[in-house]
């Protein structure tokens, strides 16, 4: 065990162009590690709070730095996350930042690994892990908050589930997300970016699935291997009290036609995958649609769970849903995310590890999949950011991090 000895944080830029905190752990032993935090544009309402870095930064210095610093060693995850918690004194990280929190608690989690000399999913996972890959969930068309000018539904993922390794099921949805720009270009429409790099044509939610399903149709028959698609609808961005409901454009659904909705086209297109179906407060509905598609597809909370395990829990209390979006900002800590997998895998509930829509070079969240042999990961199919992860994966299965 090796004691931190230096804590340096500063501010870099993020994927969207924004400044986001940067740490660096040094422990006594010569051990290093750089970790860096990302940042949500559709934040669930319950999220620990992410503060201007320079303020995070500022704040982490005060509080964290001096109960971290001789005091703590690198490689105990439990007490440098203790550490920042203590020096936050609140439930949501609002003192220090979730962003100087998660960037610490990460970076902390390196220099333990880099003291070991192991790879970060074995310190975190222990020396049986590296063995089972996530399935990635690659986002190939989307719009909501990431793209102006798109389809309501946030993200239509592409998801592998018949690939043979995690190489080729990176591979594949790169190429799903290919198909998709010719079909966009036979159909002569248009598409920019979202801020994940999936396409964000101007069209409508009926088209998208359309458009998408030859897609992975097409690279399933090419390639000989199972590939379906998924959703995040990252409904609480569409639902408005005021307007009784979801708003999709001119159209205004209830609750009971979005239960409606979903299950119709979990039917129809064979959906593996439909995070955030229903409002961040809506356990009831959400509970009702896992009652009806539960045992067809996977129902995911994001903005309902936060990664958080009184709200996993309350969940899990009501079956609301079957698998858990892993974000360890949502929750600020390492630790904290690590014991909502916990509660999850215990309760038959599937973790699904994510990435943010801004992101850094990061790759720790390819470790922490790898580290708590999670069934999916989501964090894109292509653009340096998501590819930097998606990389790093094919690094661990072949043994070369
Ligand atoms: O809703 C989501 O799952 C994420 C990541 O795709 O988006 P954001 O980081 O903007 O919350
Ligand atoms: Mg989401």
């Known amino acids: ?229 998924g959703l995040d609808i990252a409904a609480a961005e569409l639902y408005d009290e005021d307007e009784g409901g979801y708003v999709f454009g001119d159209e205004v659904k209830s609750t009971d036609e979005m239960v409606d909705y979903v299950a119709e086209m979990v039917a129809e297109y064979d959906l593996v995958y439909v995070e955030d179906p229903l409002d961040e407060n809506d356990y009831e509905g959400f509970a009702e649609l896992t009652e009806r598609v539960g045992d067809q597809t996977l129902v995911c909370g994001d903005d309902l769970f936060v990664t958080n395990v009184e709200r996993l829990q309350d969940g899990i209390d009501v079956g609301a849903a079957n698998s858990i979006l892993i974000k360890p900002n949502q929750i600020g800590t390492l630790s904290d995310a690590f014991d909502a997998v916990e509660l999850a895998v215990r309760n038959n509930y599937d973790a699904v590890i994510s990435h943010r829509s801004g992101e850094t070079e990061d790759t720790t969240i390819a470790h922490l999949a790898v580290a708590t042999d999670a069934a999916f990961i989501k964090t894109g199919a292509v653009q340096g950011e998501r590819t930097a992860k998606l990389n790093e994966l094919i690094r661990i299965a072949d043994d070369a991090v």
Request: charged share 25%; proline share 6%.
């Open 1 to 229: 065990m090796t004691l931190i000895t230096d804590v340096r944080l500063r501010r870099v830029l993020d994927s969207r162009g924004n400044p986001t905190v940067e740490a660096d752990v040094l422990t006594e032993s010569g051990g290093f590690g750089r970790a860096a935090a990302p940042s949500g544009a559709s934040t669930g309402e319950y999220e620990a709070i992410e503060l201007p870095p320079s303020e995070a930064i500022a704040a982490a210095r005060r509080h964290a730095i001096p109960r971290l610093v001789d005091e703590v060693y690198a490689g105990n995850q439990r007490e440098v996350d203790g550490a920042l918690r203590a020096a936050d004194g609140t439930d949501n990280f609002s003192e220090v930042g979730a962003n100087s929190a998660v960037a610490i608690s990460m970076a902390a989690a390196k220099a333990g690994a880099d003291v070991l000399g192991a790879p970060l999913y074995q310190h975190l996972g222990g020396a049986f892990r590296g063995e089972n890959f996530p399935t990635p969930l690659g986002n190939v068309v989307g719009g909501g908050e990431h793209a102006k000018e798109a389809t309501h539904i946030q993200e239509f993922l592409s998801a592998p589930v018949g690939a043979p390794s995690v190489s080729e099921a990176v591979f594949a949805n790169a190429a799903v997300h290919d198909r998709i720009s010719e079909i966009l270009d036979d159909r002569d429409i248009p598409a920019a970016k979202g801020d994940e790099g999936a396409w964000a044509p101007p069209i409508s939610d009926a088209e998208a699935f359309e458009v998408v399903d030859e897609a992975v149709s097409d690279v399933e028959d090419d390639l000989g291997f199972e590939i379906g698609f």
